[in-house]
């Protein structure tokens, strides 16, 4: 059996502001890391490309608001940084 990954350990060193804002950006990583699973079968960030957080910004939240997609760029930005990789995502 293996333990599930932790999100919340891998964004800690880049998560930074209120507490709300950090929980916001677990809970939105969280949300990425489920949809990317379950469409890829990917379940940790060390094994996405950027295609698939492209694929979350644009089909995913398709349907959101402008905000919601802004905060999840933000979070994508976070987690991009994380990896240490120069992925650029258009608004």
């Known amino acids: 059996m293996t333990t599930p990954f932790d999100m919340e350990l891998f964004l800690v060193g880049v998560l930074a502001g209120s ?3 950090r929980q916001r950006h677990l809970r939105q990583a969280k949300a990425i890391q489920s ?3 379950e469409r890829w079968q990917r379940d940790t960030p060390w094994s996405w490309q950027r295609k ?3 694929w979350f910004l644009n089909h995913h939240l398709s349907r959101r608001s402008a905000a919601t997609y802004y905060y ?3 979070t994508v ?5 994380r990896l240490a990789r120069s992925w650029v995502f258009n608004r």
Request: charged letters at 5%; a positive charge; glycine letters at 0%.
């Open 72 to 74: 999840y760029l933000l």
């Open 52 to 54: 698939h957080l492209a």
């Open 77 to 81: 930005q976070l987690i991009t940084r």
């Open 19 to 21: 507490h709300a804002t």
């Open 35 to 37: 949809a990317i699973a």
